[in-house]
C-alpha cells in the first residue's frame, strides 16, 4: 500500500526504542511519508545518536519523505543558544544534562544529579552542539499537513471563535508549547497529530485506544497524541495512516 504516513511521537534521547521501533515499520517506498513530532533530546541517554538517526541515517538510506519537526526541546536549546534560558537548562528533570553528556562524554546522570564545574560552564548555552546540529534544529519546520491529517508537536490555539489552523499562528511557539485540555477534548476539523503531552496526563476515558492502559497512545474524535514517554521511563510509538495501525518499542522483544 503507498502514499502512507508513519509518525514517530517523541523520543527523547532513547535511540534503543527509536531503532525497535523503526525495526518493526513495514518496507516504505518513495510514495510514504515519515513524520517525526520534534523532541529529539534530553532525558534520554543518547540524544546526539538520535539526532543523527534522524538528520542524517534515515534520510540517506530511507526512500520515504522524510519530514522532522521542531519540539519545544529543539526550541528551547535555540532560545539557550541565542540568548540564555536557564529557566530550561537547570531545571534536572528537563534532562539537558543527559543532552550534554550524550555529545561531550560522561555517564548518563543519575536522577537529580548535578553538572561539574565545567558542564555547568556549556549547559547555559549549548556551547557543547556541533554547528551543524544547531543549523539542523533551525531548519525545522513547526508543522506538516498532508491528505491524511496535519502534524505539530503541541497543538493549535483557539482564538476565541475557532480552532487556528498552524499557518494563521504567529508566532508559532504554541504550536511547540501548548498544553491544554480543551485542545484534546474539544477541537474538531481536520484529524491533529501531535506529541508534547505525555498521553498519561490526558483523560483515558476520553480514549477510543486502549482506555484501560492511560500510558498507550491517546486517540480523541480528531487528536491523536503520541509521546508514551520515551526518555523518561515509557516506550515509543508510531501511527500509520490512513490505516490506523500503531507500532509500539515496547513490543519488539515480543
Known amino acids: ?38 523532541d ?12 543523527e ?18 519540539g519545544n526541546h529543539e526550541d528551547a536549546w535555540l532560545r539557550a543558544i541565542d540568548e540564555g534560558f536557564a529557566g ?24 537529580g544529579e548535578l553538572p561539574t564545574a565545567a558542564e555547568a560552564e556549556l549547559l547555559p548555552r549549548g556551547q557543547f552542539y556541533p554547528a551543524e546540529v544547531v543549523a539542523w534544529m533551525r531548519a525545522l519546520p513547526f508543522w506538516f ?4 491529517a496535519i502534524y505539530v508537536h503541541a497543538g493549535v490555539p483557539w482564538n476565541g471563535e475557532r480552532w487556528l489552523h498552524p499557518r494563521e499562528v504567529e508566532p508559532a511557539t504554541p504550536l511547540l508549547w501548548l498544553r491544554t485540555r480543551a485542545f484534546f477534548t474539544d477541537y474538531r476539523g481536520k484529524t491533529m497529530v501531535v506529541g508534547h503531552t ?11 485506544f486502549t482506555p484501560e492502559d492511560p500510558t498507550d497512545l491517546w486517540a480523541g474524535p ?32 515480543q
Open 1 to 38: 500500500m503507498a502514499g502512507r504516513t508513519f509518525v514517530i511521537g517523541d523520543v527523547h534521547g532513547d535511540i534503543r526504542a527509536l531503532r525497535d521501533l523503526w525495526g518493526m515499520l513495514p518496507p516504505l517506498d518513495a510514495k510514504d511519508t515519515v513524520v517525526f513530532l520534534g
Open 40 to 51: 529529539y533530546v534530553d532525558r534520554g541517554p543518547d540524544s546526539a545518536g538520535v539526532v
Open 53 to 70: 538517526f534522524v538528520r542524517i541515517e534515515v534520510p540517506s538510506r530511507c526512500a520515504a519523505h522524510i519530514v522532522a519537526l521542531r
Open 88 to 111: 530550561f537548562t537547570e531545571p534536572p528533570q528537563n534532562g539537558a544534562l543527559a543532552c550534554l553528556r550524550s555529545y561531550a562524554g560522561g555517564p548518563a546522570p543519575r536522577r
Open 145 to 148: 499537513e498532508d491528505e491524511h
Open 198 to 208: 505525555t498521553t498519561g496526563m490526558l483523560p483515558p476515558e476520553l480514549s477510543n
Open 222 to 253: 480528531c487528536v491523536y497524541a503520541l509521546d508514551t514517554g520515551a526518555g523518561k521511563g515509557g516506550f515509543l510509538t508510531a501511527l500509520e495512516l490512513p490505516a490506523l495501525h500503531v507500532y509500539e518499542s515496547r513490543r519488539a522483544a
